[in-house]
C-alpha cells in the first residue's frame, strides 16, 4: 500500500521536478558526507603548537596574524595529494600556505620529494602523525583556511580546486 502511495507521487511529478527533487536529495547527501567526514577537525581557535619549516622557518599559531593561511596536510604516498601538488605550489605564490607533510619520512626524503617534483612551497615535517593528530586529520589531502585571528574559517577533505582555495583565503581574509 505504501510503495503504491510513493509511486502515484512520483507519477504526479513532471521531469523537471523529478530532476529538481534529485539534485536536491544529491545535494543532502553529498553535505552530510562532508560533515560526517569532517567531524574530528579543528574548528574554532587553532590548537596551541609549535613547528620549524625545512627551510627553518618556526610556525606556530600566531604565524598568520596579518593575513589569512592555507594549512594543508598532504603525505608524499597520497595519490590524490599529488594530483593537488600543482594547484598548492601555485596558491603559495599568491597566498601564504603552509604544507605539513604527514606520514611521509623524515626532512631528507621530504626534501628530496620537493626537489624532484619542483615543489617551492613550505613544508612542515610531520613524520610521525603528531600535528595532524592536534589538527583531527586522520586522512590526506585535507586544509584549513586560518583567518587573522587564528579561527579555522574553512576545513576540506579531499581534492580541492585552486578556485575554492582562493575563494576561502579571499573570504577568510575579510
Known amino acids: 500500500m505504501r510503495l503504491q502511495k510513493i509511486r502515484d507521487w512520483k507519477n504526479r511529478l513532471g521531469p523537471w521536478q523529478r530532476r529538481l527533487l534529485f539534485v536536491l536529495l544529491l545535494a543532502v547527501v553529498y553535505f552530510a558526507a562532508q560533515l560526517y ?12 603548537f609549535s613547528a620549524v619549516t625545512l627551510n627553518g622557518q618556526i610556525i606556530d599559531q600566531n604565524s598568520w596574524q596579518d593575513k589569512p593561511v592555507l594549512l594543508h ?7 590524490i595529494c599529488k ?24 626532512p631528507a626524503s621530504v626534501a628530496q620529494y620537493l626537489h624532484k617534483n619542483d615543489l617551492t612551497f613550505p613544508v612542515i615535517v610531520d613524520p610521525d602523525g603528531d600535528l595532524a593528530r592536534l589538527f583531527g586529520v586522520s586522512g590526506v589531502p585535507t586544509g584549513f583556511v586560518i583567518d587573522t585571528a587564528g579561527q579555522v574559517r574553512f576545513k576540506e577533505i579531499g581534492l ?8 576561502r583565503l579571499w573570504l577568510a581574509g575579510l
Open 37 to 48: 567526514t569532517q567531524r574530528h577537525l579543528v574548528t574554532g581557535t587553532v590548537p596551541v
Open 73 to 79: 596536510f598532504w603525505a608524499t604516498w597520497c595519490p
Open 83 to 106: 594530483l593537488e601538488q600543482g594547484t598548492i605550489n601555485s596558491l603559495a605564490k599568491e597566498y601564504r600556505v603552509i604544507t605539513v607533510a604527514m606520514n611521509s619520512g623524515g
Open 160 to 167: 580541492t580546486s585552486g578556485w575554492g582555495w582562493r575563494v
